[in-house]
């Protein structure tokens, strides 16, 4: 029998028990939503991880939204890290084409050759880092 999937609610529990653990429970709040459409105002936050999430959107014109949003939540001067494991090239491509700026591709080189053998090239994680201008 394979295992029971999580839900949301175990994921948000989880980030709950870790940040007690972690003595920051007090600055931490859970929220679902969808990366299309974030229920934040513009330039609401400082900084934006995205860690292998922004593949499961397979349309392009899906992911652009989820990027499209990344920039609109986010405050001048502050930066986001997007780690995935395919697209990097495509968001880099996007993030520039739409005014971020110091735009680089981070990536391991060894790493990502071992796992694209190991995986016939379907799976090379690495991440995007990108800026959003100040407004001057």
């Keep these: 029998k394979p295992p029971a999937l999580l839900g949301v ?12 653990i972690e003595g920051v429970l ?8 969808d990366m299309r459409q974030l229920p934040f105002a513009e330039n609401h936050f400082d900084v934006i991880v995205s860690n292998w999430a922004v ?4 349309v392009e014109v899906d992911r652009q939204k989820a990027l499209d949003e ?11 890290v997007l780690a995935d494991i395919v697209n990097q090239t495509e968001y880099a491509n996007y993030f520039e084409q739409h005014g971020m700026v110091n ?3 981070q990536n391991a080189p060894i790493q990502d050759m071992i796992l694209r053998a190991v995986t016939f090239g ?15």
């Design 9 to 20: 609610s175990d994921y948000a529990e989880a980030v709950l028990t870790n940040a007690k």
């Design 103 to 105: 735009v680089r591709l």
């Design 26 to 33: 007090e600055r931490v709040e859970v929220e679902t939503a």
């Design 55 to 58: 593949h499961n959107l397979k």
């Design 122 to 136: 379907s799976f090379a994680p690495s991440a995007v880092t990108a800026s959003k201008p100040n407004i001057q």
């Design 70 to 80: 990344m920039i609109r939540v986010l405050k001048p001067g502050g930066s986001i």
